[in-house]
């Protein structure tokens, strides 16, 4: 089936592998939602299109933590005792009046630096966060220091240091590897029967040099921007749109994508590519175009597949089945997405649409270059743009100069011409 589309991508075989690995991607986040004792009501719906984003809502809103060190009893009453579990187990054992004590300390430090520092720092001028309610530990930590470190200052105005992506990840899994919670969780797996410890197997890359090699890709397609944005920004700058719904054997309409299982096997087929690093149609050998003008023997897309290496940590079988539980899920939730139309009208209420930007491109490239297109009810029509200082003459059918105190319209045929003493 993959064939009937060379070299053209298959975009519903793609929006179905893009769905099946955020479908997988949002079971982990609901799994670490469970984990930080979020209300399981409060969780989105499997078949709601918008799991994704709204597990990792209520995943940064689990331990909500206000600004005003006056509201910390609300913290210490309802978010500690869960987020303690979670923490290394020397915090987890400092008795709850220390860490009162120490978050009253912590709030007032964060919100006096900031005030300070306002005018030196540079990379939230557009966002104030001493007028932030809500406590952000990224975002609001750094200012517990003072005097502020410079270069804590010098990185917030100047760049934000990807190539320490793996060494902050690091230090942050280390701290919740001593958690009261991982220790539970390494226990129970020793003493099952025939556990084993994934991270000392033979070939397989740590999770920090995973996350920073995810940075430096996302650097490569032109991300570098979103790193350093908080958020807010995001929120703020990323184009919104319903998401049309993938429906098995469909007809085509509004907002509706159908597939059937010739997609699903392209899918398949396009995240076990992507999974030996082999994106890019062209780089196989059944697509070359010189191979395919000069009629030569070529390998076929599965056979030259099955000569690459494979992922470590990412099984052939293990994407194909992605992909079919996800159609499968896919299949049973037809027609359910009315009962997310609340969500859907918060997700597009701000920020750009994905139509308008749509529409600003193609009129950007309508009125781009020496001539202007004009939509009409044949089509499109279009006529040159008019150069600066000239006007179109209609008799000669051509845009003439303006000239300085002459009208290029005068007729001059019947002019006398007269000498006056």
Not at 46 to 65: G, I, S, V, W, Y
Not at 377 to 400: A, C, H, L, M
Request: proline share 7%; hydrophobic share 40%; glycine share 4%.
């Amino acid at each position: 089936p993959f064939k009937a589309y060379l070299p053209v991508v298959n975009q519903r075989a793609f929006l179905l592998a893009l769905e099946s690995v955020v479908s997988s991607l949002a079971d982990d986040v609901h799994t670490m939602c469970l984990i930080a004792r979020v209300d399981p009501d409060s969780l989105p719906d499997p078949d709601n299109p918008l799991r994704f984003k709204l597990l990792l809502d209520r995943l940064f809103e689990a331990f909500p933590l206000q600004k005003d060190p006056s509201r910390v009893d609300n913290f210490m009453d309802h978010s500690w005792p869960r987020l303690k579990n979670l923490l290394p187990i020397e915090i987890a054992r400092v008795p709850d009046e220390d860490v009162k004590k120490w978050l009253i300390g912590h709030l007032t430090r964060v919100r006096e630096n900031q005030r300070r520092h306002a005018a030196k720092i540079f990379l939230h001028s557009n966002f104030n966060r001493l007028d932030q309610t809500m406590y952000s530990f990224s975002e609001d930590f750094p200012y517990d220091d003072d005097p502020m470190p410079g270069l804590l200052a010098d990185e917030r105005n100047l760049d934000f240091p990807l190539e320490r992506a793996g060494e902050f990840m690091d230090s942050m899994l280390q701290a919740v590897s001593g958690s009261p919670y991982a220790r539970s969780r390494e226990e129970d797996r020793a003493a099952s029967d025939g556990a084993s410890d994934a991270s000392a197997a033979p070939g397989v890359e740590s999770v920090p040099a995973q996350f920073q090699e995810f940075v430096w890709d996302l650097e490569k397609i032109g991300l570098r921007n979103w790193l350093k944005m908080d958020v807010q920004d995001l929120e703020r700058f990323l184009p919104k749109g319903e998401p049309c719904a993938l429906q098995y054997k469909a007809e085509k309409g509004s907002g509706v994508v159908p597939f059937d299982d010739s997609d699903i096997e392209v899918a398949q087929l396009m995240l076990r590519c992507a999974s030996r690093g082999r994106a890019d149609l062209l780089d196989f050998e059944a697509v070359d175009p010189f191979k395919l003008l000069h009629k030569l023997p070529a390998r076929e897309v599965d056979e030259e597949l099955r000569a690459l290496p494979g992922h470590d940590q990412l099984e052939d079988l293990a994407l194909n089945q992605l992909v079919s539980e996800h159609a499968e899920s896919l299949m049973k939730a037809s027609g359910s997405r009315q009962r997310h139309e609340e969500d859907m009208k918060n997700w597009t209420r701000d920020g750009a649409s994905i139509n308008s930007i749509y529409e600003k491109e193609l009129d950007f490239y309508r009125t781009a270059g020496p001539v202007v297109w004009h939509e009409d009810k044949d089509g499109y029509s279009w006529k040159w743009r008019q150069p600066p200082n000239t006007f179109w003459d209609q008799r000669r059918g051509v845009y003439i100069q303006v000239q300085k105190n002459v009208d290029p319209n005068l007729n001059l045929k019947e002019v006398r011409k007269h000498m006056l003493d």
